[in-house]
Structure formats: structure tokens, C-alpha cells
Nanobody, 119 residues
Framework: EVKMVESGGGSVQAGESLTLTCVAS????????MAWYREVPGQLRKGVGL???????FYVDTMKGRSTISKDSAKNSLYLQMNSLKPEDSAMYYC?????????????WGQGTQVTVSS
């Protein structure tokens, strides 16, 4: 069973930073592609960025330079650090994983954590 649990969401002011955490098994952290997605009600879930099994990271253009995805195998954790947050970053953020490196990287999902950015 692939289980992932996100945490770290909350309410912040525009311009502030927030770090989301996704706890998963050691095997997933070490061998799976992992990604962060976000979803606003009424809109499609959209990718934020991903980290391949070898540690290579990719980000969508809107998050480049403002976010960092990293892993800490000792803590079985995936992180999404977001800086200079904007109201349009408000969304439910999901951790995702996949056995294969790809642009999708979304075969398994966490339950999500809400981020709200106020202007």
C-alpha cells in the first residue's frame, strides 16, 4: 500500500513563505518519482513540480524561482518550500508519487493540505 500524508498547510499573508511536508515510506522516497500538485475548486488539478527518483527536479513556470522541492530520506519526507506567496497560490496541495519517472508522476495521492494566502 502506498500511503502519503501531507501537512504544513495554513493561512499566510502575501509575500510570506510556507513549507509543506509529505511523509511516505522510505522505499517510495528512494525509488519513486514524487510530485506536488494543487487544486482550486472548479478547476483542474495542476502540477507544481516534481522530483524524479534520481533527485532531478522540475517546476512549472509559475513556481520557478519561488519554490523548492526536496527529500529527506532520514525523515521519510518530501518537502515543498514556497516563497513570496501570492493569493493565487491558494489551493489544496497534494503530494503524488509514481513508480515511473514522467511528467505525470501521479499514480498515488495523499489527502491534501490547504494553503490560503491573503492579500
Amino acid at each position: 500500500e502506498v500511503k502519503m500524508v501531507e501537512s504544513g498547510g495554513g493561512s499566510v499573508q502575501a509575500g510570506e513563505s510556507l513549507t509543506l511536508t509529505c511523509v511516505a515510506s522510505e522505499y517510495i522516497l528512494g525509488h519513486y518519482c514524487m510530485a506536488w500538485y494543487r487544486e482550486v475548486p472548479g478547476q483542474l488539478r495542476k502540477g507544481v513540480g516534481l522530483i524524479e527518483s534520481d533527485g532531478t527536479t522540475f517546476y512549472v513556470d509559475t513556481m520557478k524561482g519561488r519554490s523548492t522541492i526536496s527529500k529527506d530520506s532520514a525523515k521519510n519526507s518530501l518537502y515543498l518550500q514556497m516563497n513570496s506567496l501570492k493569493p493565487e497560490d491558494s489551493a489544496m496541495y497534494y503530494c503524488a508519487a509514481d513508480e515511473y519517472d514522467s511528467n505525470w508522476c501521479g499514480n498515488y495521492w495523499g489527502q491534501g493540505t490547504q494553503v490560503t494566502v491573503s492579500s
